[in-house]
């Protein structure tokens, strides 16, 4: 017991600082000790709402900074999703090279490697009739007004206008009518491109014409049936279906002669020998052609310009025959719908698989890409291509939750906040 008695007197004469003889004021002190920890408690709420908007709501909004390797070079990946975007804003001069252009009704719009996308023009135009680059650096498209064609250097900001071009909407003007429903084709180096155009009335030739991008100089290519793409650097691709088990490929130089001239067995009939403007695509990488049927099947044919090699037929559904085919690298795909967007398919059996996704609330129709963006890696998203909707608003829900937490923490800390007590006056 003395002990005890001993502690007990300590306790009595060498009062720690924190104990407060008077009630009041301990209570003041306890209110401000709660305080500073429920200012703490805020601060750490705010730390993580800062974090989310910056992880959520940033990349909804803000520009990404320019693609490519910084000395210069193209484009090297491709986005597998593309979807909700709260501003689309104007696409810069500079914004560094893209991976494709997407169509959404009237209007088209740029897309980034990461799936950024940027209004082409303000205005309501499906008649752009654009092309982009194979290393994503230059686009080129119809401006209406005035009626030129622009050639837009994306990493320097460059410019080059050409006018000339007939207003179908007008009395005949212009040295040329290009045409907004036939693909353009870029040549490998990507130095020139060739245009779905024709002098108008008044010219004696038939064909199509060739611009050089660095200078805008034009030059008239008689060539005869469709267009496939280019062989190499001066040189083109033209093909016709003679007969329903046949493709003939002609390559053609710029001055209009024929090189060489190559008859290509089908692996079996198809059913439409009408090839049309989207019917076929030639890769330079594989030396092959890409054959679309447009009949009721909708085969799709492999045909290796190589002597020796087996061609091969395959058939697809749902192919939309209004966008071009074309080659991710060494594969090949054709455009189908999921839901209401159209979108790359590769087709090659037991590599079946869409290349991207999209909302569907976009509904976008043709896509149009970079070679290289195709032919370089993938920029994986954590969904995949799931089209779930709850894939697409991930951001949204998590920033949801988040204000739903602060707010509960906030009204229990409201509702469990102690009162000061009332003392009366001694």
């Known amino acids: 017991m003395n002990k005890l008695h001993e502690a007990l007197d300590d306790l009595t004469t060498y009062v720690p600082e924190h104990v407060q003889m008077d009630a009041g004021e301990a209570w003041r002190s306890g209110r401000r000790r709660r305080t500073r920890r429920h200012a703490g408690n805020v601060a750490a709420v705010v730390a993580v709402l800062a974090l989310l908007a910056g992880a959520v709501v940033l990349p909804r909004v803000v520009e990404p900074p320019p693609a490519g390797n910084g000395d210069g070079g193209g484009v090297t990946s491709y986005p597998t999703r593309i979807g909700h975007q709260w501003f689309v804003g104007d696409l810069p001069d500079r914004p560094g090279p893209v991976a494709a252009l997407i169509q959404r009704g009237p209007t088209w719009e740029v897309v980034s490697p990461t799936g950024h996308r940027w209004m082409l023009i303000e205005e309501d135009d499906a008649d752009l009739s654009p092309a982009l680059s194979p290393d994503g650096t230059t686009l080129v498209w119809l401006d209406r007004s005035p009626r030129e064609l622009v050639i837009h250097d994306l990493v320097t900001g460059e410019e080059i206008r050409l006018g000339g071009w007939r207003d ?58 469709w267009i496939a793409g280019w062989y190499d650097d001066d040189s083109l691709v033209s093909v016709r279906v003679p007969r329903n088990d046949l493709v003939r490929v002609k390559l053609v130089g710029l001055d209009g002669r024929v090189e060489r001239e190559v008859d290509l067995r089908l692996a079996r009939r198809i059913s439409n020998a009408f090839l049309g403007q989207w019917g076929a695509a030639y890769s330079p990488e594989t030396d092959e052609l890409l054959v679309v049927d447009r009949g009721r099947r909708s085969g799709v044919h492999r045909l290796p310009l190589t002597a020796g090699t087996e061609a091969r037929s395959f058939d697809v559904e749902a192919v939309d025959e209004t966008c071009a085919p074309g080659w991710a690298g060494d594969e090949p795909y054709v455009t189908r719908y999921q839901g209401s967007n159209a979108l790359p398919y590769l087709v090659d059996p037991g590599a079946e698989r869409f290349l991207v996704t999209v909302e569907q609330q976009l509904e976008s129709r043709c896509l149009i890409w970079a070679a290289d963006a195709l032919g370089g890696s993938p920029n994986e998203s954590l969904f995949g291509t799931s089209n779930a909707w709850w894939a697409w608003y991930w951001r949204e829900l998590l920033i949801g939750a988040a204000l739903a937490i602060a707010f509960g923490t906030a009204v229990l800390w409201w509702r469990r906040r102690p009162r000061e007590p009332k003392y009366a006056d001694e």
């Not at 009518?177 to 038939?206: C, I, M, N, R």
């Open 168 to 225: 179908p909407n007008e009395p005949i003007t212009g040295n040329y009518y290009l045409s907004t429903q036939h693909p353009h084709f870029w040549s490998p180096d990507g130095s020139k491109l060739l245009l779905a155009a024709s002098p108008v009335v008044g010219h004696d030739f038939e064909g199509r014409v060739v611009v050089d991008v660095a200078t805008g100089a034009l030059t008239e290519v008689p060539v005869e049936y």
